[in-house]
């Protein structure tokens, strides 16, 4: 059974063009995240919910709109794609508190922007 | 903010040698330290993660120290094994309600062990 689950795995898209990622975890986790890692590998955090209340939203374009409709859930939905989109998206789960404990990633979504 | 720098980008090492990756961190009030094994086409999975409030971490073939006072913490892989080839991340967090979840990660190490 897959601990955090993201669809698709792949996506390619044409700018301008609006697409969703979904997300599901089933370890009974309260937080929630979508991760971004570019090209160079860089990993960088763009939102946190936790109990499906939006935690953190870091200084991502509002293109970008998360949406958790309940604990197991976070979805992503990127509005107007960019060529500077194109990134691997990863969503995660902890229990709490990043440093109460484990973060758990799924296996990413891989978007390509042509 | 935390930025957290990690050193080096690549590491080549043969089969059965070391591996240290190091981590500096510049927010003196992070206080949790985690590291994160990448393998190809796969999401990041913990390894090993240290406390502020302890020195040194060991779990086998890997280990974990931190020096609070010069910030800095580094990542030693003994007898390297082929499977041992991935990226990895450092990261660092302060915990507490006023960065919740926010857990800064360094640029990643490309480790590659050869037979």
């Known amino acids: 059974d897959t601990a955090v689950s993201q669809t698709p795995k792949y996506l390619v898209t044409q700018m301008g063009n609006d697409k969703s990622i979904k997300c599901e975890q089933n370890?009974?986790?309260?937080?929630m995240y979508w991760y971004k890692q570019d090209s160079k590998k860089f990993l960088k955090i763009m939102f946190s919910y936790n109990n499906k209340e939006l935690i953190i939203n870091e200084t991502v374009p509002n293109r970008f709109s998360p949406k958790s409709p309940d604990k197991a859930h976070l979805n992503l939905h990127i509005n107007s794609l960019e060529l500077g989109d194109s990134a691997v998206y990863f969503c995660?789960?902890?229990?709490?508190?990043?440093?109460?404990?484990?973060?758990?990633f799924g296996e990413g979504s891989r978007l390509t922007v042509l | 903010g935390e930025n957290v720098e990690q050193h080096p980008s690549t590491l080549s090492v043969q089969e059965g040698d070391s591996a240290v990756i190091k981590c500096t961190y510049s927010?003196?009030?992070?206080?949790?330290f985690p590291w994160y094994k990448q393998e190809l086409g796969k999401g990041p999975q913990l390894i090993i993660d240290i406390r502020s409030n302890v020195g040194e971490k060991k779990d086998q073939r890997i280990a974990v120290t931190l020096n609070k006072t010069a910030k800095h913490f580094s990542l030693h892989i003994t007898e390297t094994q082929p499977e041992d080839s991935a990226v990895y991340f450092c990261a660092a967090s302060r915990g507490g309600t006023d960065s919740w979840g926010k857990l800064q990660f360094g640029a990643g190490t490309q480790v590659v062990v050869t037979p």
């Open positions: 370890l009974g986790h309260d937080t």
């Open positions: 927010d003196s009030a992070s206080n949790y």
């Open positions: 995660a789960s902890s229990l709490g508190q990043i440093s109460t404990g484990e973060l758990f």
